[in-house]
């Protein structure tokens, strides 16, 4: 009879069989080693911080490669800034004129009296206005 005892009589044992050989998922394991920069042979012997020199290294360079990939279009942007504001500029004052001389014209007798008070013409009559002053 089994009764409850506190002290183990053996070890735990771990018995793994592998049930077949997969060659995929050796080719991908392969292919992982490649990228990680770990060795494809494994008769290289190895040195202590190897894998993790190697994923620094790999960690660098992708990050060189993202900042120069990166200046380009960051640069395009600002010059496509420049050109709008630019643009901006040069037509805002001249589609205000517009708009204003549009106004302005629907109304002729108002266009008129604008230009006949703007212009200075020296061969016009002059207009005499009666002085109601007088003198003591």
């Known amino acids: 009879m089994g009764l409850f005892s506190p002290v183990k009589r053996r070890a735990n044992q771990f018995n793994y069989i592998p049930r077949y050989y997969d060659p995929e998922k050796e080719r991908r394991e392969q292919r992982r080693r490649e990228l990680r920069g770990e060795s494809v ?9 190897k894998y993790i020199r190697t994923v620094r290294e790999a960690r660098a360079e992708r990050k060189e490669q993202q900042k120069q990939s990166n200046g380009t ?3 395009l942007f ?14 805002v004052p001249r589609i205000a004129n517009i708009i204003t001389m549009a106004g302005k014209q629907s109304n002729p007798e108002v266009r008129q009296a604008e230009l006949e008070s703007e212009v200075f013409n020296p061969y ?9 002053y007088q003198e003591e």
């Not at 042979?41 to 911080?49: E, N, Q, R, V, W």
């Not at 016009?124 to 109601?132: G, L, R």
Request: charged share 10%; proline share 14%; hydrophobic share 50%.
């Open 78 to 91: 600002v010059f496509g800034v420049a050109i709008v504001v630019l643009i901006a500029y040069m037509l």
């Open 124 to 132: 016009a009559p002059i207009t005499i206005v009666p002085n109601d």
């Open 41 to 49: 042979d494994d008769t290289t012997p190895y040195t202590p911080g």
């Open 73 to 75: 279009p960051r640069a």
